[in-house]
């Protein structure tokens, strides 16, 4: 394997660009109910894929054209879709789509929000926003300064003069890492 990557399910990523799947809560195999066997994502043969994340029942795809596809649970809008609909099969997310503009350099899925990375080094968040992981706010709690969910990509712009490097989304934060190593 080139890469792996696990949370509520578990990814490869093999020598050839080929993802591979498996898990219990795994929502976006091919086929339509979880396995604890690794199945192939078919359905994206043809695509040469970078990198992948597992966040806890979505993930992440890096495409080699910059693209980004998100698959799996959508309820707190993790996929980066304007609706909640989960999607069973590696959906384009519109912002890091062919026709969306941005190219993405690294993505990282969270247990409910995903982040990317794109090539002018912006951060760009979407899904729950619980606890301002999303860094859409000033950082201070005081009623619903931050949103909850970004349905869609946003840019954050608290760092829009700091060119990210690194990204990673955990359970309840977010980390970033900048150009000359700050965190």
Known sequence: ??????SGMSLVLDAEGAVWSWGPNFKGR???SPSGRPGLLGSIAST????ISAGRLHALLLTSSGG???FGDNSGHELGMRNRESCALPTAVGRFSSSGGCRAVEVSAGENHSCAVD???????WGSGINGKLGHGDGRARGNDWPVS??????VDALAEVRIRHVCAAPRH???VSSDGRL
């Open 119 to 125: 090539e002018t080094g912006a951060l760009w968040t």
């Open 48 to 51: 040469r894929i970078l990198q």
């Open 150 to 155: 970004a349905r869609v990509p946003k840019r």
């Open 1 to 6: 394997p080139r890469e792996v990557s696990a």
């Open 30 to 32: 091919d086929q339509s």
């Open 174 to 176: 977010t980390l970033a």
């Open 68 to 70: 980004v596809l998100a």
